[in-house]
């Protein structure tokens, strides 16, 4: 998979992920990767809830990025198809029952329902070929990530 370049890579979002701000002043040239890598890995461990409560990337951000690296459409699909549901926080929920705990406990249970459903179809997908796509881009586009 060209593994100096992808120890290189990891090594600059290491960097965005220590100073406390991973998605801020990357260069546009690098956001694809680093867009869709975030993204991709956060799906992995907390799902698309925890990429929409640790990142400020959009879904478009990210359909964008998967469109840019030309990965699977089956991904893209599912993304798409995330983006006919706004993410609520459980402060928004909150703020939409805080006087009624069981609304606020039902709405919780809805939007969990519907995300743990697209959580489970991203993460069944068989051609998961992000990181594949973010090497050939890296190259392709003679990006340094060496520090």
Same mark, same amino acid.
């Given at each position: 998979?060209?593994?100096?370049?992808?120890?290189?890579?990891?090594?600059?979002?290491?960097?965005?992920?220590?100073?406390?701000?991973? &998605?801020?002043?990357?260069?546009?040239?690098? +956001?694809?990767? =680093?867009?869709?890598?975030?993204?991709? /890995?956060?799906?992995? #461990? $907390?799902?698309?809830?925890?990429?929409?409560?640790?990142?400020?990337?959009?879904?478009?951000?990210?359909?964008?990025?998967?469109?840019?690296?030309?990965?699977?459409?089956?991904?893209?699909?599912?993304?798409? $198809?995330?983006?006919? @549901? +706004?993410?609520?926080?459980? &402060?928004?929920?909150?703020?939409?029952?805080? &006087?009624?705990?069981?609304?606020?406990?039902?709405?919780?249970?809805? #939007?969990?329902?519907?995300?743990?459903?697209?959580? #489970?179809?991203?993460?069944?997908?068989? @051609? @998961?070929?992000?990181? +594949? #796509?973010? =090497?050939?881009?890296? +190259?392709?586009?003679?990006?340094?990530? /060496?520090?």
């Amino acid at each position: 998979m060209g593994e100096k370049i992808w120890e290189e890579f990891l090594e600059y979002l290491k960097k965005l992920v220590s100073s406390g701000v991973p &998605d801020a002043d990357i260069p546009a040239q690098y +956001k694809p990767v =680093v867009i869709a890598h975030f993204f991709n /890995s956060e799906v992995y #461990r $907390e799902g698309f809830q925890g990429f929409f409560e640790n990142y400020s990337f959009s879904l478009d951000d990210v359909l964008s990025a998967f469109q840019i690296l030309k990965v699977s459409s089956e991904l893209i699909q599912v993304v798409e $198809e995330a983006k006919t @549901n +706004k993410y609520l926080t459980d &402060d928004e929920l909150f703020e939409q029952a805080s &006087d009624d705990e069981d609304m606020y406990s039902e709405l919780m249970d809805e #939007r969990d329902l519907f995300w743990d459903e697209i959580n #489970r179809k991203y993460c069944s997908i068989t @051609n @998961n070929d992000v990181d +594949k #796509r973010a =090497v050939d881009y890296i +190259k392709t586009h003679g990006l340094d990530f /060496s520090i």
